[in-house]
Protein backbone atom coordinates (compact mmCIF):
# COMPACT_ATOMS: atom_id res chain seq x y z
CA UNK A 1 0.00 0.00 0.00
CA UNK A 2 1.09 3.39 -0.70
CA UNK A 3 3.19 5.51 2.40
CA UNK A 4 2.54 9.05 0.87
CA UNK A 5 0.06 8.87 4.08
CA UNK A 6 1.66 9.44 7.54
CA UNK A 7 0.15 6.07 9.01
CA UNK A 8 -0.34 5.38 12.87
CA UNK A 9 -0.32 1.55 13.22
CA UNK A 10 0.24 1.93 16.92
CA UNK A 11 -2.59 0.77 18.59
CA UNK A 12 -2.37 -1.83 21.76
CA UNK A 13 -5.08 -1.71 23.49
CA UNK A 14 -6.58 -5.41 24.12
CA UNK A 15 -10.13 -6.19 23.82
CA UNK A 16 -12.80 -5.51 26.94
CA UNK A 17 -10.11 -3.49 28.52
CA UNK A 18 -11.42 0.21 29.28
CA UNK A 19 -9.20 3.28 28.58
CA UNK A 20 -9.86 6.55 29.12
CA UNK A 21 -8.46 8.61 26.11
CA UNK A 22 -9.07 11.82 27.03
CA UNK A 23 -10.79 13.54 29.22
CA UNK A 24 -14.21 12.31 29.75
CA UNK A 25 -14.06 9.60 26.35
CA UNK A 26 -13.21 6.36 27.11
CA UNK A 27 -12.99 3.81 24.37
CA UNK A 28 -13.22 -0.23 24.37
CA UNK A 29 -11.66 -2.72 21.91
CA UNK A 30 -14.08 -5.74 20.12
CA UNK A 31 -12.35 -8.45 19.48
CA UNK A 32 -13.17 -8.53 16.11
CA UNK A 33 -9.95 -8.05 13.94
CA UNK A 34 -9.91 -8.58 9.84
CA UNK A 35 -8.29 -7.03 7.23
CA UNK A 36 -10.92 -4.28 7.34
CA UNK A 37 -11.09 -3.81 10.98
CA UNK A 38 -7.84 -3.87 11.73
CA UNK A 39 -7.82 -4.67 15.54
CA UNK A 40 -11.28 -4.80 15.68
CA UNK A 41 -13.59 -2.18 16.25
CA UNK A 42 -13.60 0.51 18.46
CA UNK A 43 -16.58 1.74 20.34
CA UNK A 44 -16.29 5.44 22.41
CA UNK A 45 -17.91 6.49 25.87
CA UNK A 46 -18.59 10.38 26.36
CA UNK A 47 -18.94 11.33 29.47
CA UNK A 48 -19.50 10.96 33.33
CA UNK A 49 -22.74 9.23 34.98
CA UNK A 50 -24.48 9.97 31.91
CA UNK A 51 -23.46 9.32 29.24
CA UNK A 52 -23.31 8.93 25.19
CA UNK A 53 -22.18 5.39 23.45
CA UNK A 54 -20.61 6.12 19.94
CA UNK A 55 -20.49 2.98 17.70
CA UNK A 56 -21.80 0.04 19.92
CA UNK A 57 -19.98 -2.43 17.52
CA UNK A 58 -21.30 -5.72 15.82
CA UNK A 59 -23.75 -8.59 17.66
CA UNK A 60 -20.79 -9.43 19.89
CA UNK A 61 -21.87 -10.79 22.99
CA UNK A 62 -18.20 -10.73 24.59
CA UNK A 63 -18.35 -6.67 23.55
CA UNK A 64 -21.87 -5.86 23.97
CA UNK A 65 -21.44 -7.16 28.15
CA UNK A 66 -18.05 -5.50 28.57
CA UNK A 67 -19.87 -2.31 27.10
CA UNK A 68 -22.63 -2.68 30.02
CA UNK A 69 -19.88 -3.45 32.54
CA UNK A 70 -18.06 -0.39 32.07
CA UNK A 71 -21.10 1.86 32.41
CA UNK A 72 -22.48 0.00 35.34
CA UNK A 73 -23.67 2.70 38.28
CA UNK A 74 -23.90 5.00 35.28
CA UNK A 75 -26.98 5.73 32.87
CA UNK A 76 -26.24 5.11 29.04
CA UNK A 77 -28.53 8.54 28.01
CA UNK A 78 -27.55 8.40 23.87
CA UNK A 79 -26.66 5.54 21.22
CA UNK A 80 -24.94 7.89 18.40
CA UNK A 81 -24.18 5.74 15.37
CA UNK A 82 -21.48 6.48 12.53
CA UNK A 83 -22.59 4.61 10.01
CA UNK A 84 -24.54 1.59 9.26
CA UNK A 85 -21.81 -0.82 8.04
CA UNK A 86 -22.56 -4.31 10.29
CA UNK A 87 -19.10 -3.73 12.37
CA UNK A 88 -20.39 -0.56 13.97
CA UNK A 89 -24.63 -0.28 14.48
CA UNK A 90 -25.86 -3.74 15.44
CA UNK A 91 -24.93 -3.73 19.05
CA UNK A 92 -27.23 -0.96 19.27
CA UNK A 93 -30.44 -2.28 19.54
CA UNK A 94 -28.81 -4.46 22.23
CA UNK A 95 -27.66 -1.60 24.31
CA UNK A 96 -30.80 0.63 23.32
CA UNK A 97 -33.09 -2.96 24.93
CA UNK A 98 -30.59 -3.06 27.88
CA UNK A 99 -30.65 0.79 28.67
CA UNK A 100 -34.13 2.52 27.02
CA UNK A 101 -31.25 5.43 25.70
CA UNK A 102 -32.50 6.54 21.97
CA UNK A 103 -30.65 5.87 18.92
CA UNK A 104 -29.24 8.70 16.91
CA UNK A 105 -27.66 8.68 13.52
CA UNK A 106 -27.96 10.43 10.02
CA UNK A 107 -30.44 7.02 8.92
CA UNK A 108 -31.01 3.89 7.84
CA UNK A 109 -28.45 1.84 4.86
CA UNK A 110 -28.79 2.60 1.05
CA UNK A 111 -27.20 3.02 -1.88
CA UNK A 112 -24.94 6.28 -2.54
CA UNK A 113 -27.00 6.15 -5.99
CA UNK A 114 -29.71 4.15 -7.86
CA UNK A 115 -28.44 0.52 -8.22
CA UNK A 116 -27.67 -1.55 -10.92
CA UNK A 117 -29.27 -5.07 -11.66
CA UNK A 118 -26.54 -6.96 -10.24
CA UNK A 119 -25.27 -5.15 -7.42
CA UNK A 120 -28.00 -5.74 -4.39
CA UNK A 121 -26.61 -8.35 -3.07
CA UNK A 122 -23.14 -6.78 -2.65
CA UNK A 123 -24.95 -3.48 -0.63
CA UNK A 124 -26.97 -6.31 1.83
CA UNK A 125 -23.37 -8.13 3.07
CA UNK A 126 -21.81 -5.15 4.77
CA UNK A 127 -24.58 -2.84 5.52
CA UNK A 128 -26.29 -2.93 8.74
CA UNK A 129 -30.52 -3.22 7.20
CA UNK A 130 -31.94 -3.21 10.73
CA UNK A 131 -30.72 -0.18 11.75
CA UNK A 132 -33.33 3.28 11.76
CA UNK A 133 -32.36 5.78 14.71
CA UNK A 134 -34.66 7.02 16.55
CA UNK A 135 -33.47 10.28 16.16
CA UNK A 136 -32.45 11.29 11.85
CA UNK A 137 -29.70 13.45 12.32
CA UNK A 138 -28.66 16.24 9.93
CA UNK A 139 -25.69 17.66 8.82
CA UNK A 140 -24.89 20.76 12.02
CA UNK A 141 -27.56 19.42 14.30
CA UNK A 142 -26.05 19.88 17.81
CA UNK A 143 -26.98 17.21 20.69
CA UNK A 144 -26.47 17.86 23.99
CA UNK A 145 -25.99 15.43 26.91
CA UNK A 146 -24.85 15.91 30.27
CA UNK A 147 -21.72 18.03 30.11
CA UNK A 148 -20.93 17.26 26.60
CA UNK A 149 -22.11 18.29 23.79
CA UNK A 150 -22.06 16.50 19.86
CA UNK A 151 -22.36 18.36 16.65
CA UNK A 152 -23.16 16.07 13.64
CA UNK A 153 -21.15 16.47 10.52
CA UNK A 154 -22.74 14.70 7.45
CA UNK A 155 -19.49 12.82 5.81
CA UNK A 156 -20.89 10.70 2.69
CA UNK A 157 -18.41 8.47 0.68
CA UNK A 158 -17.74 5.37 2.73
CA UNK A 159 -21.43 5.11 3.05
CA UNK A 160 -24.05 7.33 2.12
CA UNK A 161 -25.00 8.06 5.84
CA UNK A 162 -21.98 8.28 7.56
CA UNK A 163 -21.63 10.84 10.28
CA UNK A 164 -18.30 11.93 12.38
CA UNK A 165 -19.15 13.88 15.61
CA UNK A 166 -17.36 16.73 17.03
CA UNK A 167 -17.37 17.26 20.80
CA UNK A 168 -17.87 20.52 21.19
CA UNK A 169 -15.71 22.93 23.26
CA UNK A 170 -12.19 20.33 22.72
CA UNK A 171 -10.10 18.73 20.23
CA UNK A 172 -11.51 16.02 19.59
CA UNK A 173 -13.90 14.73 16.40
CA UNK A 174 -15.15 10.79 16.18
CA UNK A 175 -14.13 10.38 12.60
CA UNK A 176 -15.90 6.87 12.60
CA UNK A 177 -14.27 4.71 9.34
CA UNK A 178 -14.31 8.15 7.35
CA UNK A 179 -10.55 9.26 8.30
CA UNK A 180 -8.85 6.49 10.11
CA UNK A 181 -5.10 6.63 11.32
CA UNK A 182 -3.89 2.82 10.63
CA UNK A 183 -5.32 2.92 6.71
CA UNK A 184 -8.02 4.59 4.21
CA UNK A 185 -10.84 3.27 4.40
CA UNK A 186 -13.04 1.27 1.54
CA UNK A 187 -14.96 3.29 -0.53
CA UNK A 188 -16.79 0.84 -2.63
CA UNK A 189 -19.98 1.39 -4.88
CA UNK A 190 -22.71 1.02 -3.97
CA UNK A 191 -22.41 1.92 -0.40
CA UNK A 192 -19.83 4.69 -1.44
CA UNK A 193 -19.15 7.39 -3.91
CA UNK A 194 -15.92 8.54 -4.62
CA UNK A 195 -16.84 12.18 -5.38
CA UNK A 196 -19.01 12.03 -1.91
CA UNK A 197 -16.38 11.20 -0.21
CA UNK A 198 -13.29 13.66 -1.75
CA UNK A 199 -15.85 16.78 -0.49
CA UNK A 200 -16.77 15.70 2.97
CA UNK A 201 -12.66 15.19 3.31
CA UNK A 202 -12.29 18.68 1.77
CA UNK A 203 -15.49 19.55 4.65
CA UNK A 204 -12.84 18.24 7.49
CA UNK A 205 -10.20 20.31 6.45
CA UNK A 206 -11.68 23.63 7.23
CA UNK A 207 -12.28 22.62 10.61
CA UNK A 208 -10.58 23.04 13.97
CA UNK A 209 -10.61 19.66 15.73
CA UNK A 210 -7.16 18.41 15.62
CA UNK A 211 -7.30 15.18 17.29
CA UNK A 212 -10.05 12.28 15.44
CA UNK A 213 -10.73 9.59 17.39
CA UNK A 214 -11.75 6.37 14.54
CA UNK A 215 -13.84 3.38 14.79
CA UNK A 216 -10.98 1.26 14.10
CA UNK A 217 -7.56 2.00 15.95
CA UNK A 218 -5.54 4.79 17.75
CA UNK A 219 -6.12 8.27 17.40
CA UNK A 220 -5.63 10.60 14.63
CA UNK A 221 -2.92 13.43 15.42
CA UNK A 222 -2.42 16.82 13.51
CA UNK A 223 -5.49 15.69 11.81
CA UNK A 224 -6.15 18.57 9.13
CA UNK A 225 -2.71 17.55 7.47
CA UNK A 226 -3.57 13.92 7.73
CA UNK A 227 -6.62 14.61 5.79
CA UNK A 228 -4.56 16.56 3.24
CA UNK A 229 -2.32 13.67 2.70
CA UNK A 230 -5.95 11.57 2.47
CA UNK A 231 -6.73 13.83 -0.22
CA UNK A 232 -3.08 13.79 -1.84
CA UNK A 233 -3.39 10.16 -1.97
CA UNK A 234 -6.67 9.76 -3.67
CA UNK A 235 -5.60 12.30 -6.41
CA UNK A 236 -2.38 10.07 -6.97
CA UNK A 237 -4.56 7.13 -6.99
CA UNK A 238 -7.05 8.94 -10.18
CA UNK A 239 -3.89 9.64 -11.56
CA UNK A 240 -2.45 6.44 -12.15
CA UNK A 241 -5.42 5.53 -13.24
CA UNK A 242 -5.31 8.30 -16.14
CA UNK A 243 -1.69 7.33 -16.97
CA UNK A 244 -2.68 3.72 -17.28
CA UNK A 245 -5.39 4.68 -19.60
CA UNK A 246 -3.74 6.82 -21.19
CA UNK A 247 -1.16 4.00 -22.83
CA UNK A 248 -4.40 2.08 -23.97
CA UNK A 249 -8.22 0.95 -22.74
CA UNK A 250 -8.30 -1.26 -19.50
CA UNK A 251 -10.76 -3.21 -17.28
CA UNK A 252 -10.53 -2.69 -13.43
CA UNK A 253 -8.91 -6.09 -12.74
CA UNK A 254 -5.81 -4.77 -15.10
CA UNK A 255 -5.97 -1.56 -13.13
CA UNK A 256 -5.50 -2.91 -10.00
CA UNK A 257 -2.38 -4.87 -11.23
CA UNK A 258 -0.78 -1.74 -12.02
CA UNK A 259 -2.05 0.36 -9.17
CA UNK A 260 -1.94 -1.93 -6.21
CA UNK A 261 1.96 -3.63 -6.15
CA UNK A 262 2.08 -5.61 -3.35
CA UNK A 263 -1.46 -6.03 -2.29
CA UNK A 264 -2.90 -8.50 0.74
CA UNK A 265 -4.73 -10.66 -1.32
CA UNK A 266 -7.83 -10.84 0.87
CA UNK A 267 -8.00 -7.21 -0.21
CA UNK A 268 -8.16 -7.92 -4.46
CA UNK A 269 -11.84 -7.63 -4.12
CA UNK A 270 -11.71 -4.13 -2.27
CA UNK A 271 -9.10 -2.57 -4.29
CA UNK A 272 -11.08 -3.61 -7.54
CA UNK A 273 -13.89 -1.47 -5.99
CA UNK A 274 -12.19 1.45 -4.66
CA UNK A 275 -10.82 1.59 -7.89
CA UNK A 276 -14.43 1.36 -9.33
CA UNK A 277 -15.47 4.42 -7.18
CA UNK A 278 -12.75 6.01 -8.48
CA UNK A 279 -13.56 5.11 -12.15
CA UNK A 280 -17.53 6.24 -11.41
CA UNK A 281 -16.10 9.42 -10.37
CA UNK A 282 -13.89 10.01 -13.41
CA UNK A 283 -16.70 8.88 -15.75
CA UNK A 284 -19.29 11.46 -13.90
CA UNK A 285 -16.45 14.76 -14.40
CA UNK A 286 -16.41 13.54 -18.32
CA UNK A 287 -12.66 12.47 -18.25
CA UNK A 288 -13.11 8.70 -19.30
CA UNK A 289 -15.72 7.20 -21.10
CA UNK A 290 -17.32 3.47 -20.70
CA UNK A 291 -20.60 1.84 -23.01
CA UNK A 292 -23.56 1.71 -20.65
CA UNK A 293 -23.52 2.75 -17.51
CA UNK A 294 -20.00 2.14 -15.77
CA UNK A 295 -19.97 -1.64 -13.94
CA UNK A 296 -17.30 -3.91 -12.34
CA UNK A 297 -17.01 -5.52 -15.71
CA UNK A 298 -16.78 -2.48 -17.87
CA UNK A 299 -13.52 -1.50 -20.36
CA UNK A 300 -12.91 1.84 -19.45
CA UNK A 301 -10.65 4.43 -21.60
CA UNK A 302 -9.99 8.19 -21.94
CA UNK A 303 -12.22 10.52 -23.50
CA UNK A 304 -10.97 11.12 -27.06
ZN1 LIG B 1 -17.55 1.00 7.64
Same mark, same amino acid.
Given at each position: ?99 ? $? @?? /?? #? ?5 ? %? ?7 ? !? &? ?98 ? $? @?? /?? #? ?5 ? %? ?7 ? !? &? ?59
Amino acid at each position: MSEDIPFDRSFDLPPGKVEEIYPGVRRLLCNNPGPFTFKGTVSYIVGRDRVAVIDPGPLDEAHIKALLDTVQGETITHIFVTHTHRDHSPAAARIKAATG $A @PT /FG #EGPHRAA %RELHLDEAP !R &LDASGDQEFRPDTALADGDVVAGDGWMLEAIATPGHTANHMAFALKDSEILFSGDHVMAWSTPVVAPPDGAMSDYMASLEKLLHRPETTYLPGHGGAVRD $A @PR /FV #ESYIGHR %RGREQSILS !R &LAEGEADIPTLVQRIYIGLDPRLTRAAGLSVFAHLEDLVTRGLIVTDGPPSLGSIYRLRG
